[in-house]
């Protein structure tokens, strides 16, 4: 079984969804991106998750083998679910050194939010660092910023070209469509401002 599913917070949504399906025996084969594949089996399983787009390549390599030296399964999704929208282009990370940042951006690129299977009866209980996860939902939400002007740019454009050539219909249909990335980008500018300031204040609570 298949399903295409995406989450505005994975990190906060996801192993509930996850956990709801593992409830009435389906546990998760493979993922790609957005699509889940379910298959139904008599396992008692618990899913988790934690952002792993500050890990180092190392640093996250062995947290992986740590995994399987345990018995537990793992898979990546993207923290950025918009990025179906806006593409896979973005920002530097924020939080690591300088040196770090090209390997910490790119080593976990659309692979920020690690998905942990295990035994009910052993969970991971991962401890997120939600100081670097509110700042991964800044610069995220810079990247839909930006999305969203060059989509108000296009608006102008075409609404001057009515002005002045008057109605066209391949002048209305890609208006209709700018619409349609406007209102998707502002959900998208709303949201991730809301995960950041969530974790900004889930951080405070850490120390």
Not at 12 to 40: C, H, M, R
Request: glycine share 6%.
């Amino acid at each position: 079984m298949r399903k295409l599913k995406f989450f505005l917070d994975p990190i906060s949504q996801l192993a509930p969804w996850l956990n709801k399906w593992e409830s009435i025996g389906y546990t998760l084969a493979n993922v790609d991106k957005y699509s889940y594949i379910f298959k139904e089996e008599d396992r008692e399983v618990l899913y988790e998750t934690i952002y792993v787009g500050d890990y180092e390549i190392k640093e996250l390599d062995g947290y992986k083998k740590y995994l399987q030296s345990q018995g537990k399964r793992y898979f990546h999704i993207p923290l950025d679910q918009g990025g179906l929208i806006t593409g896979d282009l973005g920002f530097l990370r924020p939080f690591t050194r300088q040196a770090e940042k090209l390997e910490s951006t790119f080593s976990t690129k659309n692979r920020e939010v690690l998905i942990i299977e295990s035994p009910k009866s052993k969970p991971e209980n991962p401890e997120n660092n939600y100081a670097h996860l509110s700042k991964e939902y800044k610069s995220i939400n810079k990247k839909y910023i930006v999305s969203m002007l060059f989509v108000l740019l296009g608006i102008f454009l075409v609404l001057r070209s009515i002005y002045k050539d008057g109605f066209r219909l391949l002048a209305g249909i890609a208006l209709i469509l700018l619409a349609i990335f406007l209102f998707d980008y502002l959900v998208l500018v709303i949201f991730s401002n809301k995960n950041a300031e969530k974790y900004r204040k889930k951080a405070k609570e850490q120390v």
